[in-house]
């Protein structure tokens, strides 16, 4: 059903009630316009075209093929969360991007046989660091731990590709990350003197290309409004990255 999204129902519900509420005043108008650019950051379609230009190959990239890459000496995964509640399953103590992170990370591990670096620091609250974290999942999935180096003490991305930089010196590694953040770690990775093929992961546009016929497209979700936030993100820390520059 079209109304099975809370979103969707809670846009429709406020249409009825500004429907009925026909006077033309300020108020009126201000809800209006705040709730055409809810609607507009909330539709799938919008958010395909601010998450499209991130996902796909950008220029510079280097996208990692086991049949022509053969100079990579190491697999970085970087962090992006954790819950240290030990009620819950490991599978659930991890934000979605970092449990595909580290799945795709091992995957490539066992195609190519390269160690794994996990890189992250410890966040505020938490008891272990991100690498910490991500190396013990990566070993229950059956990495050995001689393959697996642990790069501690940064909290960003920015200072994640020094740490790197030092664990790895002049090796090229080939680089996991969320594929919206495929752009800005580069940026980073090259700044800091690491050379890298790359292999995203943690895709949020899936789709080959926008269906206009299809009315989900239009339609306000949340699925929506969680890929809007994260091109957001991406897009302001391109933008910081650029000033710093």
Request: hydrophobic share 45%; glycine share 6%.
């Amino acid at each position: 059903m079209l109304v099975a999204s809370p979103l969707t129902a809670w846009f429709l519900l406020t249409i009825i009630v500004l429907a009925l509420f026909r006077k033309k005043t300020k108020k009126r108008y201000l809800v209006l316009s705040s709730f055409f650019v809810l609607w507009l950051i909330s539709a799938p379609i919008s958010s395909h075209y601010m998450l499209a230009p991130l996902e796909k190959n950008q220029v510079g990239w280097v996208q990692f093929d086991p049949e022509l890459h053969k100079d990579p000496e190491g697999i970085i995964i970087l962090g992006c969360g954790h819950s240290e509640n030990a009620e819950l399953p490991i599978s659930s103590q991890y934000q979605t991007c970092s449990l595909r992170r580290i799945v795709h990370g091992v995957l490539l591990h066992k195609q190519t046989g390269l160690p794994l670096y996990f890189s992250g620091g410890k966040m505020p609250y938490k008891a272990v660091s991100e690498a910490q974290n991500n190396a013990k999942l990566a070993m229950e999935l059956g990495v050995g731990h001689d393959a697996i180096h642990v790069v501690e003490g940064a909290m960003d991305t920015h200072s994640e590709s020094f740490t790197l930089k030092e664990a790895l010196g002049d090796r090229k590694a080939i680089l996991v990350t969320s594929a919206s953040h495929i752009r800005r770690a580069t940026i980073y990775l090259k700044q800091a003197g690491v050379s890298v093929y790359v292999s995203p992961t943690d895709h949020l546009i899936t789709e080959k290309r926008v269906d206009f016929l299809n009315p989900y497209a239009y339609l306000p979700s949340g699925k929506g409004l969680i890929r809007m936030e994260s091109a957001f993100y991406e897009w302001l820390g391109l933008a910081g990255q650029a000033i710093i520059e």
